[in-house]
Antibody, heavy 120, light 113 residues
Framework: EVLLVQSGAEVKKPGATVRISCKLS????????IHWVQQAPGKGLEWMGL????????LYAENFQGRVTITADTSLDTAYMDLYSLTSEDTAVYFC?????????????WGQGTLVTVSS | DIVMTQSPDSLAVSLGERATINCKSS????????????LAWYQQKPGHPPKLLFY???TRASGVPARFSGGGSATDFTLTISSLQAEDVAVYYC?????????FGQGTKLEIK
């Protein structure tokens, strides 16, 4: 069974950085891309970026470029998403999701989501 | 970027009745050389992550009940539930993965009438 388990909820102050982890089990880590998707309260889904765990290549959405870093640790089968310079608008649930190793495939498995609250 | 627009924003249907959700893309997501539409549907229940229902517009993901069907091509797509069950209450999203970045519709909230 494919399982993506994310780290727990975070509360951060404006200007801080948050790191969320996503541990994968049930399949070969390097065989899939890992994506990160933001869901702000009462809003829809927005793709943030992806990492190819096989070689560490990344691709970021323009809206998050320069404020997000996505990495993968193949020794731990874990992907990470760092989001910098947080503001209240970053308060959201963040999901990791997998896809086949192409940008032109859907997201087949999802983590449970991590709530990040940004508040002074 | 491709803009995905779903209609309606919310929908209330009686148990056992048909529910239809529409999704329109601002440009075609049909890859002619593959004859495939790069369009997926997800179901998201409260407090849960999205779950893949369909890909290539009409290919049912593993474990998805047969009462769900996906259709359409190019710019106009539909998700249909032939006989609504209580467990189908959720928000449904369409998603184009034809371009990078991909983009999602705003979601359609499906409730019981």
């Amino acid at each position: 069974e494919v399982l993506l388990v994310q780290s727990g909820a975070e509360v951060k102050k404006p200007g801080a950085t948050v790191r969320i982890s996503c541990k994968l089990s049930g399949y070969t880590f390097i065989d899939y891309y890992i994506h990160w998707v933001q869901q702000a309260p009462g809003k829809g889904l927005e793709w943030m970026g992806l990492v190819n765990p096989e070689n560490g290549d990344t691709l970021y959405a323009e809206n998050f470029q320069g404020r997000v870093t996505i990495t993968a640790d193949t020794s731990l089968d874990t992907a990470y998403m760092d989001l910098y310079s947080l503001t209240s608008e970053d308060t959201a649930v963040y999901f990791c999701a997998t896809s086949l190793p192409s940008t032109k495939t859907p997201f087949d498995y999802w983590g449970q989501g991590t709530l990040v609250t940004v508040s002074s | 970027d491709i803009v995905m627009t779903q209609s309606p924003d919310s929908l209330a249907v009686s148990l056992g009745e048909r529910a239809t959700i529409n999704c329109k893309s601002s440009q075609s997501v049909l890859y002619d050389s593959h004859n495939k539409d790069y369009l997926a549907w997800y179901q998201q229940k409260p407090g849960h992550p999205p779950k893949l229902l369909f890909y290539w517009a009409s290919t049912r993901a593993s474990g998805v009940p047969a009462r769900f069907s996906g259709g359409g091509s190019a710019t106009d797509f539909t998700l249909t539930i032939s006989s609504l069950q209580a467990e189908d209450v959720a928000v449904y999203y369409c998603h184009q993965y034809y371009t990078t970045p991909g983009s999602f519709g705003q979601g359609t909230k499906l409730e019981i009438k």
